[in-house]
């Protein structure tokens, strides 16, 4: 079992950054990719982003490509989203969720585990 836990949201204006965590604790006789998903008020949950176990795949949805970076620490069992010049549309719970395939589809995590997520808001 996996326990994941996002943190670094928060309130920032439009052409901002952030850096989100997602810290991963607990066993599994696996390793795991990590996935970061989002939802909006009023909307369905959407994938964003997904790194392999490696972390030598990563992939983006169109909506973030070339301003979201995916990345993790596998010392330190966390996985990032560095996320730079952030739009109101980006405006959501961030999730991060992990697979114990080790692999994405695409730019998509097929979850096994979820974290609680982690508020971001991009207001001016």
């Known amino acids: 079992q996996l326990q994941l836990v996002e943190s670094g949201g928060g309130l920032v204006h439009p052409g901002g950054s952030l850096r989100l965590s997602c810290a991963v604790s607990?066993?599994?006789?696996?390793?795991?990719?990590i996935g970061w998903f989002r939802q909006a008020p009023g909307k369905e949950r959407e994938a964003v982003s997904c790194i392999s176990e490696s972390g030598s795949h990563t992939d983006y949805a169109d909506s973030v490509k070339g301003r979201f970076t995916i990345s993790r620490d596998n010392t330190n069992n966390t996985g990032y989203l560095q996320m730079n010049n952030l739009k109101p549309e980006d405006t959501a719970i961030y999730y991060c969720a992990a697979d114990e395939s080790g692999y994405c589809s695409g730019y998509v995590v097929n979850a096994d585990y979820w974290g609680q997520g982690t508020q971001v808001t991009v207001s001016s």
């Open positions: 607990g066993f599994t006789s696996y390793g795991y990719s």
